[in-house]
């Protein structure tokens, strides 16, 4: 995959004449210029290395997309080639070690999952179960306890209602705030949660978090080219994951026709089915 980087910014070293302002001399002439351009280069940079990567991940999925659908029944079709000849030489010699190879070149010719071993639990063939249906509908996954919760998260829930109810913010930043903590407030109720109610009593008694105070030009841009260094170090241990993956691996060994690679395996794997089919024939002649 190909990973641009970016160009080193060069500092201008030339001088205008004297008396005589260099082109772009009033933006030169502030501190933050040079960052205000190192951060031009940088952000130009992660576009460009995001194409790249970008570009790579969608070809290791469609290659890995249709390297299942064009040749999983290839594998599948030589896993059986495999395990029935093992079965047929093991009928032939009695051996018990033939038996042994046999059972288990038949237990890796893997049966079609059912759908409760798909989802792992989370669905079975008449739908989702109740667990998974309320993690959908951000509902408790657990169900409640009680009808009715209990009297100190009654009171708890009635109190922070009353001190916290969008209805008495005056403007419309404060509601929004006011809306979001009664939704916990609701879901903490609705759960019987004592324990949480109880911390967002303390949160509401504590108030707001207090306004954080304007960064500088020079803070901003250093803080952007903090932030472009992080996401360009994530991006790298993703490019690296997919390159050293099992598809990346394959891609590269026909990074100009993927296509044609795909063509060459199938080829291959169709003379290896034509060999076992020959070879499960002689011995159950």
Known sequence: MTTPEAEPTQPETS????????????????????????VRAAEQALIEYEIALETFRV????????HHQKLGPMYARLDELDAQIAEATAAR????????KAAEARARVMPMPGVEELFHGWMDAEGLYPEA???LTDQSVRPPQRV??????RKLYRELVRKAHPDLAQEEGERNRREEFITRVNAAYARGDEALLRELSEEWAAGPAPEVQPLTRSEELYA???????????????????????????LRLAPDDPDTLLDEIAEQLLAQVAEREAELERLTA
């Open 59 to 66: 070809e290791v999925e469609n290659f890995s997309r249709l």
């Open 148 to 153: 009715r919760p209990g009297e100190e998260a």
């Open 93 to 100: 010699t009695g051996d018990p070690e033939d038996r042994r």
């Open 133 to 135: 249906a309320a993690m």
């Open 15 to 38: 001088e205008a004449p004297t008396g005589q302002v260099p082109a772009g001399g009033e933006e030169t002439s502030r501190p933050e210029a040079r960052l205000e351009r190192a």
């Open 224 to 250: 952007r080219l903090e932030w472009l260094a992080q996401r360009k170090e994530l991006l790298s241990v993703l490019a690296k994951e997919l390159e050293e993956g099992a598809i990346g691996g394959m």
